[in-house]
């Protein structure tokens, strides 16, 4: 993607926190930086950032999406340990970003509609026709 992408009228992510002027730049320039050390480790980015996830205590898996079997297979791929000093090495270089980022529980706005569609099921016992 380019450093300033552009989205079609309508899409979503144009109004995410990460897609905010700022926001995307700086979160390029830390995949940048996690090359070397995923190379270190003889990963992919995907596969470090799966590798860094499992390592974290309190997670138990990794649910990864993935559109294609090459991703698959690459996602695959960071089910592997890897060493302590390099995840130690991408918290450094993720650190800053993560906390400069504004904290969103809900990235795409949608929690208006979840929790519309909650109430409605709670009445009426119906699911949204889109949810069947």
Known sequence: MARRPTFPPGDKRSTTVLFQPGNYERCLDVVEALRPIAARAGLTIPQLAVAWLVARPAVSCALVGARTVKE???????ATTVDPALLAEADAVTRPVFEALPRVPDMFQNWDNWELQRRRYEQTGQLPAASR
């Open 72 to 78: 698959i297979e690459e996602n695959i791929g960071g």
